[in-house]
């Protein structure tokens, strides 16, 4: 397909495991982004690329996230011991990275349940 | 900081326009007003941008007041699909794009 596309749709984990989450942006998009949205709220910034490093990391909650996009096209998110609380739906997009464009492409998200 | 203000929640007759109102009263000049919306269960959907003049494309148009303040985005003859959470986001050009809680707006027959 030509958006994005996100793996898995859906992943319930437990408490304390490690979990990788998948995002397949729009060829040749040289932008790329991580966002959370819990239940009734606005998606929350997580991390930005641009090409294969992270231009603003400052949304991740703390160390235990972390995302990688290591050949500047698919990145993973990984959350280490997950809690309770990193429930949430996580969404990538991705940009063509010229500068000025606001225009995101969004996935449809993957839905982290941690129980 | 919320850098926009929008109300909570709007209903809107099917095959009526919508006009969604958003406040921006701190917009500084080289920010954009960006709206984008998110059906149930999707990922959010661009729609419209603006600087200064009024925009129009075949979802929407956008309406920036002369100070810049606020805005409308108006979706001209409102369908049951356009059931969703709109939001209004100022942005730089820079690097993240900053969602709020955006409003709710339903549709109805």
């Known amino acids: 397909g030509a958006g994005v596309s996100q793996t898995p749709s859906n992943k319930v984990t437990e408490k304390g495991k490690y979990v990788e989450l998948r995002c397949d942006p729009i060829?040749?998009?040289?932008?790329l982004y991580w966002y959370r949205q819990s239940l009734g709220q606005g998606p929350e910034f997580l991390i930005y690329?641009?090409?294969?490093?992270?231009?603003?990391d400052s949304g991740l909650p703390n160390d235990r996230f972390f995302a990688v996009r290591p050949e500047g096209s698919v990145s993973t998110l990984k959350i280490q011991r997950t809690e309770r609380g990193d429930s949430a739906v996580y969404l990538c997009?991705?940009?063509?990275?010229?500068?000025?464009?606001?225009?995101?492409?969004f996935g449809e998200g993957s839905r982290l349940t941690v129980l | 900081d919320a850098k926009t203000t929008q109300p909570t929640s709007m209903d809107c007759a099917e095959g009526r326009a919508a006009n969604l109102p958003c406040n921006h009263s701190?917009?500084?000049?080289?920010?954009?007003v960006y709206w984008y919306r998110q059906i149930h269960s999707q990922g959010p959907q661009y729609i419209i941008h603006?600087?200064?003049n009024n925009e129009t494309n075949e979802m929407a148009s956008l309406i920036i007041t002369e100070d810049r303040k606020s805005s409308t985005l108006i979706l001209p003859h409102a369908t049951l699909r356009d059931t969703a959470v709109y939001y209004c986001i100022v942005y730089d050009s820079w690097g993240k794009l900053q969602f709020g809680a955006g409003t709710q707006v339903v549709v109805t027959p």
């Open positions: 997009a991705s940009s063509s990275g010229s500068p000025g464009t606001g225009e995101l492409f």
């Open positions: 603006g600087l200064k």
């Open positions: 701190t917009i500084s000049g080289n920010e954009y």
């Open positions: 690329f641009q090409g294969t490093g992270a231009a603003d």
């Open positions: 060829s040749g998009h040289t932008a």
